[in-house]
């Protein structure tokens, strides 16, 4: 079965710090890797996705680093401010299947 | 440029009735998704539609249908409603194919309770 698992379940980060979230995925052919931020009675909102022909893709404090080889993708937020505290998706798109497999979630909050 | 719009926010219907639920895509999006998020399950795989035709469906009983009309507007239907149907459902569009590394754009969600 198409599984993407993604951790920890809850992070708690000082403001200013780095906040780490990790996704994994077995044995199938994604071929997009978006992550998402969803607010409390909101919808979630993309927020940076990347290729598997790429490794590592920047967009101001959010970085997704990717390895192929270790079925791994991860999302990292520098410089955690209290208006990043949400909860984090991570998802994977299997080949020709106009579908995501999304991550279970991380809930994050960023302590001022 | 306006948002996926989906309406109604919020439902409470009865067990056994059924509900209409519908989306409105970003303008000149033509892929239009569903999905059902519970606190349980996470974020569950409903249909996909493009140019009107159902691309694919998730394991999901025959109650939960959809459709999609020539404006690439959508509606999802859940047909003799149970107690564990309630959810945030939620739709997503996108320009091209939605997965072929085609950013897709959620709506705020129907909150769904049956009792």
């Known amino acids: 079965q198409q599984q993407v698992k993604q951790s920890p379940q809850s992070l708690i980060v000082q403001k200013g710090g780095i906040s780490i979230i990790n996704c994994a995925y077995e044995n199938t052919a994604f071929d997009y890797f978006p992550w998402y931020q969803q607010f409390p009675g909101k919808g979630p909102a993309l927020l940076i996705a990347i290729r598997p022909d790429v490794s590592e893709k920047k967009e101001g404090r959010f970085t997704i680093s990717f390895n192929k080889s270790a079925k791994q993708f991860s999302l990292h937020i520098m410089d955690s401010q209290p208006g990043d505290s949400a909860t984090y998706f991570c998802a994977a798109s299997p080949s020709g299947t106009y579908k995501y497999i999304f991550g279970t979630g991380t809930r994050l909050k960023v302590l001022a | 440029k306006a948002g996926v719009t989906q309406t109604p926010r919020y439902l409470i219907k009865t067990r056994g009735q059924q509900v209409t639920l519908s989306c409105s895509p970003i303008?000149?999006?033509?892929?239009v998704s569903w999905y059902q998020q519970t606190p349980g399950q996470g974020l569950q795989f409903l249909f996909e539609?493009?140019?009107?035709?159902?691309?694919n469906k998730g394991n999901f009983p025959g109650r939960f249908s959809g459709r999609q009309f020539s404006n690439s507007r959508s509606e999802m239907n859940v047909s003799t409603l149970e107690l564990g149907d309630s959810a945030l459902y939620l739709c997503?569009?996108?320009?091209?194919?939605?997965?072929?590394?085609?950013?897709?754009?959620f709506g705020q969600g129907t909150r769904l309770t049956v009792v």
């Open positions: 539609y493009f140019s009107e035709t159902q691309r």
């Open positions: 997503a569009s996108s320009l091209g194919l939605f997965g072929a590394y085609t950013e897709a754009f």
């Open positions: 303008s000149g999006h033509r892929s």
